[in-house]
């Protein structure tokens, strides 16, 4: 996807107040298909690519994350950590992973080239630049919630793939191929966007919180709903993650009671 592409989306969700995929469907029916193939798509696919999705445990490229590794050392010894940050500078990897594999982490699977990081992206993985990759599952009729990587705002998996934005503008995609233990990372329930209780189906009527929905995959509980900042220095007193996801409702041309 183009950033073009994406500003159109964008353009058309703030018109429409549509969420993600249905804005993003009625953009790519009008480009006739300039959007590119959808994520993942039935398309043709070149050998080696094929062979990636193979060793990476994945059937199609929506569940791929493909980008360049940070130059960042780790490790307990500041030495070592700064060699290997001063390597990864000037000699990038890059790479492409699944939930349960990674070309840096697995010994058989071949490194690939930032060419190759290119033409993932143009056959449907996700870019890391640009994406947020949540890697849910189903277990036991659960569902899962995960942080925004910018706003710290939850997200709620739901029950099968999709990609979305955050209420604070970050592109997100959910993939269900997260490891089981990795499942137990993220939060399992559907909760508010920002304070995290739970969002419950009660059938017997006992007060069902109504709060609102920012979009399909964000819900805001009644008591953070009260607690939104009507003037901007109640803006400004926020803690900043919080504030860049208000100030993205605020401007975004939502439903914000402002
Ligand atoms: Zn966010
Ligand atoms: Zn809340």
């Not at 039935?42 to 445990?57: F, R, V």
Request: hydrophobic residues 35%.
């Amino acid at each position: 996807m183009g950033s073009k592409f994406k500003e159109l989306v964008r353009a058309r969700m703030a018109k429409t107040n549509e969420g993600w995929q249905t804005a993003e469907r009625h953009v790519r029916a009008q480009a006739g298909g300039a959007g590119g193939p959808p994520p993942g798509g039935g398309s043709a696919q070149e050998p080696w690519i094929a062979e990636l999705l193979k060793q990476l445990h994945l059937s199609t490229t929506f569940g791929m994350l493909v980008g360049r590794v940070p130059a960042t050392g780790a490790g307990v010894n500041f030495a070592l950590a700064q060699a290997q940050a001063n390597e990864l500078a000037t000699h990038p990897v890059y790479f492409a992973e699944s939930g349960s594999a990674s070309t840096t982490i697995t010994g058989d699977l071949t490194a690939i080239t930032r060419d190759q990081v290119s033409a993932l992206v143009r056959a449907g993985a996700a870019n890391a630049d640009e994406v947020q990759m949540i890697r849910s599952g189903n277990y036991e009729g659960t569902t899962f919630s995960e942080r925004c990587e910018s706003c710290e705002g939850w997200i709620w998996c739901g029950d099968g793939e999709h990609e979305g934005a955050c209420v604070c503008g970050q592109l997100y995609r959910v993939s269900f191929d997260a490891m089981l233990g990795e499942l137990f990372s993220l939060r399992g329930f559907h909760c508010c966007v920002d304070c995290g209780v739970e969002w419950k189906l009660d059938p017997a009527g006992a007060g069902l919180d109504p709060g609102r929905n920012w979009n399909e995959w964000q819900w805001q509980c009644q008591k953070c709903m009260d607690i939104t900042p009507k003037t901007p220095e109640q803006l400004e007193a926020m803690h900043p993650f919080k504030r860049r996801r208000y100030r993205a409702m605020m401007m975004g041309g939502q439903q914000a009671p402002l």
